[in-house]
């Protein structure tokens, strides 16, 4: 029978997610209480990740079916998106962590979800720590196999799970990747992005359902722009977190 790539990425994600589902629910009602509270107080949650974890931030960020009051850090020297190869390196200089988060202009009372699979860059781990030092909670999403596997890229030996209030441990693999081929050495199919927008997703999901349980009849939850009415129901949220939310 021929061997198919495709199914064996479907089968290992498969895998993992179940991982995530038997091992992360508590974790997730507990940063899922962390960001409603927030929200119910007049704060925003703030989401960094440099490289690849940016796209999940992206995912997130000013998104249908998601709570509006998500601001999105970005710096495009460290997304991945825009002169790749440089940006692998920028995210590893330390001191650039505290500038983003003074950048982020944060009040108290506001959460931060910092994203990195690896967890040993400078720039995710000096957010999580400035965050922390600054009074603010913070969630970590990261990959604790691949996090603990290797040292801490920042001189303090530290990694952004040690910055963590909560962590969402996205079941990951060290290396990131989960398919093998016979006859070739290099693994392929990196797990991080999809298990990442799984997690957080969720996450987010359940921040609604807190925000009920607290009495909020109506979540602040984003209609899909392209349905008819769609950007009409979302201005009354934009004119809501305008002042505050930088990259809108």
Same mark, same amino acid.
């Not at 927030?38 to 690849?52: E, F, K, P, R, T």
């Not at 982020?104 to 979800?113: I, K, N, R, T």
């Not at 990694?159 to 693994?187: E, S, T, W």
């Not at 392209?226 to 990259?247: C, H, S, T, V």
């Given at each position: 029978?021929?061997? &198919?790539?495709?199914?064996?990425?479907?089968?290992?994600?498969?895998? %993992? !997610? !179940?991982?995530?589902?038997?091992?992360?629910?508590?974790?997730?009602?507990?940063?899922?209480?962390?960001?409603?509270?927030? %929200?119910?107080?007049?704060?925003?949650?703030?989401?960094?990740?440099?490289?690849?974890?940016?796209?999940?931030?992206?995912? #997130?960020?000013?998104?249908? +079916?998601?709570?509006?009051?998500?601001?999105?850090?970005?710096?495009?020297?460290?997304?991945?998106?825009?002169?790749?190869? &440089?940006?692998?390196?920028?995210?590893?200089?330390?001191?650039?962590?505290? #500038?983003?988060? @003074?950048?982020?202009?944060?009040? /108290?009372?506001?959460?931060?979800?910092?994203?990195?699979?690896?967890g040993r860059n400078a720039a /995710?781990?000096?957010?999580?720590?400035?965050? @922390?030092?600054? +009074?603010?909670?913070?969630?970590?999403?990261?990959?604790?196999?691949?996090?603990?596997?290797?040292?801490?890229?920042?001189?303090?030996?530290?990694?952004?799970?040690?910055?963590?209030?909560?962590?969402?441990?996205?079941?990951?693999?060290? +290396?990131?990747?989960?398919? &093998?081929?016979?006859?070739?050495?290099?693994?392929?199919? /990196?797990?991080?992005?999809?298990? +990442?927008?799984? #997690? #957080?997703?969720?996450?987010?999901?359940?921040?609604?359902?807190?925000?009920?349980?607290?009495?909020? &009849?109506? /979540?602040?939850?984003?209609?899909?722009?392209?349905?008819?009415?769609?950007?009409?129901?979302?201005?009354?949220?934009?004119?809501?977190?305008?002042?505050?939310?930088?990259?809108?």
């Amino acid at each position: 029978m021929e061997e &198919k790539g495709y199914i064996k990425y479907f089968d290992e994600i498969e895998k %993992l !997610q !179940q991982k995530i589902r038997a091992t992360q629910g508590e974790n997730i009602e507990k940063a899922a209480r962390l960001v409603a509270e927030a %929200l119910v107080n007049d704060g925003l949650l703030h989401v960094y990740g440099s490289g690849h974890s940016a796209c999940v931030t992206e995912e #997130i960020f000013f998104r249908a +079916g998601t709570v509006a009051g998500i601001n999105q850090i970005l710096d495009l020297s460290l997304a991945g998106a825009v002169n790749a190869w &440089k940006s692998a390196y920028m995210e590893r200089l330390e001191g650039i962590g505290e #500038i983003l988060y @003074q950048h982020s202009h944060a009040q /108290p009372g506001d959460v931060f979800l910092v994203l990195s699979n690896s967890g040993r860059n400078a720039a /995710p781990i000096e957010m999580a720590r400035e965050a @922390q030092k600054h +009074g603010h909670k913070v969630i970590a999403e990261t990959c604790v196999e691949f996090s603990l596997s290797q040292p801490s890229r920042h001189s303090s030996g530290k990694r952004l799970l040690d910055y963590a209030d909560v962590i969402l441990d996205n079941q990951g693999v060290f +290396g990131d990747c989960v398919v &093998k081929m016979d006859g070739f050495d290099m693994p392929m199919g /990196p797990a991080s992005g999809v298990l +990442g927008s799984y #997690i #957080i997703h969720a996450m987010l999901v359940q921040v609604a359902f807190c925000m009920r349980d607290m009495g909020v &009849k109506k /979540p602040p939850v984003f209609m899909h722009g392209n349905l008819d009415g769609g950007m009409e129901y979302n201005q009354a949220l934009l004119d809501k977190y305008w002042p505050r939310i930088r990259n809108w």
